[in-house]
Structures are given as C-alpha cells and as structure tokens.
C-alpha cells in the first residue's frame, strides 16, 4: 500500500513561511517524480512545483518562483516545500502527489498515480 503524507501545514502571516513535508511508503521513492498541488475553495486543483526522480530538476509554476522550494530526501523518503513570502493567494490545501511519468508534462496531475491527503496552508492578511 501508498502512503503520501503530508504535514507542516497551518495559520501564517503574509510574508512568513512554512515547510510542508510529504513522507512517503510503500512505493520506490527514488524512482518516482514528485509534484505538490494546491487548491483553494472552490478551485481546480493547481500545479504548483514539482521535481525529478533524481533530485536535479525542478519545474514551479511562475507566481511561486523565488518564494517556493522543492526539495527531496531520499535517506528519509520525503519531499519538502519551503515556501516563504506567503501572501494570502497562496491560501490553499497543498497535496504532495507521486508518478513514475511525467509523460513530458509535470504540471498535470493525471499523471500522478498517488497523492497524500493534504495540509491545510492559511495565509492572513
């Protein structure tokens, strides 16, 4: 069985930060590529960073870029998202997401096979 699971989630100021974790198990992690989604109230779930399986690529989508970070460790099976400057546009439920292919496209989510359940992320302003 999949386990994605995110945590770290929770109520931050505009300007602040948080770092999510999505500890994965039950699957290979190192040859699978990871992806984190977000998605606010009545909202598409949206693309937000992803990363390779080697940990040497990475693809964000242009609002976070300079605020958000994706990072992965493969000693504990778990990936990261720093995110910094928080502003109340990234309010949102964030999912960590895992594919063995991207199929040449990241940012679309029916190419993950497994996600996490989400975390809360709540920026005030």
């Known amino acids: 069985q999949v386990y994605l699971v995110e945590s770290g989630g929770g109520l931050v100021q505009t300007g602040g930060s948080l770092r999510l974790s999505c500890a994965a198990s039950g699957l290979n992690f190192r040859t699978y590529h990871m992806g984190w989604f977000r998605q606010a109230p009545g909202m598409e779930r949206q693309f937000v960073v992803g990363i390779n399986r080697h940990g040497n690529s990475t693809v964000a989508i242009n609002p976070v870029k300079g605020r958000f970070t994706v990072s992965r460790d493969y000693a504990k099976d778990t990936v990261y998202l720093q995110m910094s400057s928080l502003k109340p546009e990234d309010t949102a439920v964030y999912y960590c997401?895992?594919?063995?292919?991207?199929?040449?496209?990241?940012?679309?989510?029916?190419?993950?096979?497994?996600w996490g359940q989400g975390t809360q992320v709540t920026v005030s302003s």
């Open positions: 997401a895992a594919t063995l292919s991207w199929s040449g496209d990241a940012t679309n989510l029916r190419a993950y096979e497994y």
